[in-house]
């Protein structure tokens, strides 16, 4: 063992019974690791959108106001009524934040004593800490040299942009079309999908990060800014014969004008007419809500095609653990180079209850990816 802290700062986000969102720093106490567990001095964790959904949950923004002490700042926003309902299952309760991030392991068990001093990528939740204590099997050694920043992000961006392509594969397809395609997430796939021989249509929303992929080397980009976006997008998806689609958007007419040019470029290839649509399965997996609404589609594609929600852990948990684990391990080798990560500015815990950091780290822009550092 090495000096293991007692106790530790963890942020905390609650929703009361009487409508409102509380974000505090809670003391937590640190227990001797179990025999194949580890304790952890958090780095570095990175604010995801889906850590950002639990942290801020439904709560109006616009009615945050700090309380508490310079020590100990808390954070009060109001949850709109009409939100409530769907909160139900977690009122009242105090629940931790962070799904993953990377430090320095200060105590091991008796079975896991050479992950002493290492420093690790973790995955497990509860992230937004000072100090945790996990099983040692959540955790990754990472490479040498490679800092905790490096090591922050390792599991949710790379695992969902390498679980992508799995899905692609499994299910037949041989080409996808992704959206929201400059986030570190967007430009981990097409670091992939060029090293891996897959054609990928990277949908954008301005220049600049059409500039930014074409740089990388992407070879499929599409600007929904444009006017012609309707007839970019349908000859990229002819040219590459994407018949699957991964949206982060969520809400709009997104997926809708995909499985159009989808169905475009099916119809064109046809060789008799079937006033069914054709019979190419098209497929769109919504996994973010950059638009929180509603899914529009005008159902002029025909009658053969799906959407549905794409979450890592339901692909993993159907995968499996050898997948899971090959996967892993390729992003473990390509740490520092296809699963790099970019930040844009680093923060303390308790810049978190600072409404002008909350307000711009939730507002999700792409290119603004943000890094929490529990040790400031």
């Not at 926003?77 to 105090?94: E, K």
């Not at 040498?144 to 594969?169: H, I, K, Y």
């Not at 790099?340 to 002008?356: E, F, G, N, R, V």
């Amino acid at each position: 063992m090495t000096d293991k802290p007692d106790q530790g700062l963890e942020l905390r986000t609650t929703i009361t019974p009487d409508g409102e969102l509380r974000l505090s720093l809670e003391t937590v106490a640190i227990d001797e690791p179990g025999d194949d567990e580890v304790v952890v001095r958090v780095e570095a964790a990175p604010l995801n959108p889906s850590d950002l959904g639990l942290l801020t949950g439904p709560a109006d923004l616009s009615t945050m106001r700090k309380t508490g002490s310079p020590d100990r700042p808390e954070l009060i926003a109001t949850v709109p009524p009409a939100r409530m309902a769907a909160m139900a299952p977690r009122l009242g309760q105090s629940l931790p934040v962070g799904n993953e991030g990377a430090g320095t392991v200060v105590a091991a068990g008796k079975n896991v004593q050479a992950l002493l001093g290492q420093r690790v990528g973790m995955w497990g939740g509860a992230m937004y800490t000072q100090v945790r204590r996990l099983p040692a099997r959540d955790c990754i050694v990472l490479p040498e040299g490679a800092s905790a920043a490096d090591g922050a992000s390792m599991f949710v961006n790379p695992l969902t942009a390498l679980a992508m392509v799995e899905t692609m594969r499994r299910e037949g397809h041989t080409a996808l079309v992704h959206t929201a395609a400059a986030s570190n997430l967007g430009q981990m796939l097409n670091r992939i999908c060029l090293a891996d021989g897959v054609e990928l249509v990277n949908i954008v929303r301005s220049d600049a990060q059409a500039e930014l992929l074409r740089g990388a080397g992407a070879r499929h980009v599409v600007d929904s800014s444009r006017e012609s976006f309707a007839e970019d997008l349908a000859r990229a998806v002819d040219e590459t014969g994407a018949t699957i689609c991964f949206d982060a958007i969520g809400g709009g007419w997104m997926a809708n004008s995909v499985l159009h040019a989808m169905e475009a470029s099916a119809s064109r290839h046809a060789t008799a007419y079937n006033r069914y649509g054709s019979s190419t399965f098209k497929q769109v997996y919504i996994y973010g809500m950059l638009d929180t609404g509603p899914t529009q589609l005008d159902r002029g594609f025909g009658l053969t095609w799906a959407v549905s929600g794409f979450l890592l852990m339901n692909f993993l948990g159907k995968a499996g653990p050898e997948v899971a684990k090959r996967l892993r391990e390729r992003v473990a080798r390509e740490l520092t180079t296809t699963f790099a990560s970019h930040y844009t500015k680093t923060i303390s815990l308790k810049d978190l209850l600072d409404p002008a950091i909350i307000t711009e780290v939730t507002k999700k822009a792409t290119g603004q990816k943000y890094l929490l550092d529990p040790s400031l």
